[in-house]
């Protein structure tokens, strides 16, 4: 592996600082919080930043707060870890908790953010790859190049989007807050996700994430996430689903925005399954209505030859994982 | 431009002038002349630059050293006291939990961060504690009974 390149390094000490200094140096800087994204790929060329702007002097950028009626609010730079610790994730969202603890290994979540992991650049094998492999092919459209590596004669980027915090926060209607120095916005979690393997978040260079907002836990309602991986530990997602489900005197409640069916590492965002609450709601919960929406997922997705696992073995997977999403929420909502 | 920061290791207070670009792992290894964190694949996948920050582990290799100023670390050489091993280091040895070595310093700082919060782990804890470390000697089974040993020390 390749030393890391040489940059400006600035280590503001406020949410205001880190905005102006945002502003300031524009497409020319790169925030980094944990780094364990950001720093493998400059040390692969991949990223080569002029000024990176770190949050670790930031404070009150990685608290987590619950309250009854508001519900969470967690601070962009919380390590992955300390999500994973934190009193009021486990006792209210323990799914998100579980989620967290799927990400990398001990080390990584140890200095990795939540922030860091919802803004996950998109993966290629083509990709993250180091400068001197890349060299032997012309570079693709992520390299800024014109052409794709994955599928042939491609006018656009499949780069794979496999940050496992974003599909279960989506289930549960996460919010997150950008901010910068002419103020802040709040958007939906999905929104975030632009789906172009390119620039897969919608983060304006002058913007930093600052906080993720899940609105309190619905009566009767349960969340899962299941991710599908080579090995159980450090890999990256070959394939995921998040649900989420309500659940009603032993069926489906009867209400179709109860659920949510969220795809994960089978394109360059993550994928919310059209139609899910029509098909689920107020049915029994069994094989039948399981069955519609898993198959629905199937059709919806076309993963391609970029990661671990086939594409013809990521794509027979989307109904098992829907499945076992769906059952695993469901027995949370009734515990 | 160089910066000056203050890096806490093994107990002892450094104050350095170091680039912003180096990672932990470089500034242990080559500044402080501490050889015991290795760099194998330098993407946080093996676990072999392993150290505690804070009493946890994490990977150096993907930390920038200035992210890491004023704060705690400790490395494979602060385990042993006045020249004394420190027990999961006397336990490798004697389980015969070492063959390369180079994932020996990992593997102890994993255990030595689990012990320090749970003193007696089962297997699935030793397990879980040291599977972002990898040992391409595939020694794994030695390496959990030596943690195991040192548990019951």
Redesign the interface.
């Known amino acids: 592996?390749r030393?890391?390149?040489?940059?400006?390094?600035h280590?503001p000490a406020s949410a205001g600082e880190t905005a102006s200094l945002l502003s300031e140096y524009g497409d020319a800087a790169r925030l980094?919080a944990?780094?364990?994204d950001l720093?493998?790929s400059m040390?692969q060329r991949l990223s080569t930043p002029e000024h990176?702007i770190?949050l670790?002097s930031v404070t009150g950028l990685d608290a987590v707060d619950y309250d009854e009626k508001t519900g969470l609010r967690m601070g962009a730079a919380v390590t992955l870890?300390s999500l994973t610790q934190s009193p009021p994730i486990k006792d209210k969202y323990p799914a998100l908790e579980a989620a967290a603890r799927k990400v990398?290994?001990?080390?990584?979540r140890?200095?990795a953010t939540l922030g860091g992991n919802l803004c996950l650049d998109t993966r290629c094998w083509y990709y993250n790859q180091s400068d001197y492999w890349r060299q032997s092919r012309p570079p693709c459209h992520k390299t800024g190049g014109e052409v794709c590596h994955v599928v042939e004669g491609s006018k656009r980027c499949f780069a794979v989007y496999s940050g496992d915090t974003a599909p279960i926060l989506m289930a549960m209607g996460a919010e997150v807050k950008l901010m910068s120095g002419g103020g802040e916005r709040v958007i939906s979690l999905g929104e975030l996700f632009t789906g172009d393997g390119l620039r897969p978040n919608a983060v304006e260079p002058h913007e930093f994430l600052s906080e993720i907002s899940v609105p309190p836990p619905a009566a009767g309602s349960g969340v899962a996430y299941v991710k599908l991986r080579l090995r159980?530990?450090?890999d990256f997602p070959i394939m995921g689903v998040a649900a989420r489900v309500t659940m009603s005197d032993g069926a489906f409640g009867s209400a179709p925005q109860g659920f949510k069916v969220v795809l994960n590492a089978v394109g360059s965002a993550p994928v919310e399954v059209e139609g899910a609450g029509e098909m689920l709601a107020g049915k029994a919960p069994e094989q039948a209505a399981l069955e519609e929406v898993a198959q629905v997922a199937r059709a919806s997705v076309h993963p391609q030859a970029n990661t671990a696992g086939t594409p013809e073995y990521r794509r027979m997977m989307v109904p098992v994982l829907v499945k076992h999403a769906l059952t695993e929420a469901a027995a949370a909502a009734s515990s | 431009m160089k910066r000056k920061m203050k890096l806490t290791v093994n107990g002892e207070e450094h104050s350095l002038e170091i680039e912003p670009h180096r990672t932990l792992l470089s500034v242990l290894r080559e500044e402080l002349e501490l050889k015991g964190a290795k760099e194998g694949c330098g993407q946080g996948y093996c676990g072999a630059c392993t150290v505690l920050l804070e009493g946890q582990p994490i990977c150096s290799c993907c930390l920038l050293a200035m992210d890491a100023r004023g704060r705690e670390i400790v490395t494979v050489e602060g385990l042993s006291v006045n020249g004394e091993l420190h027990p999961l280091q006397q336990s490798f040895i004697e389980q015969g939990a070492i063959q390369c070595g180079y994932c020996t310093p990992g593997m102890l700082l994993s255990a030595k961060a689990l012990l320090d919060e749970n003193p007696s782990p089962s297997e699935e804890d030793i397990r879980s504690a040291i599977s972002g470390n990898l040992c391409r000697c595939t020694g794994y089974v030695k390496i959990v009974k030596a943690i195991r040993a040192a548990a019951e020390i």
């Open positions: 592996m030393r890391m390149p040489r940059f400006e390094y280590a980094i944990g780094g364990t720093l493998i040390k990176l770190s670790s870890a990398g290994s001990v080390q990584v140890n200095i159980e530990e450090v």
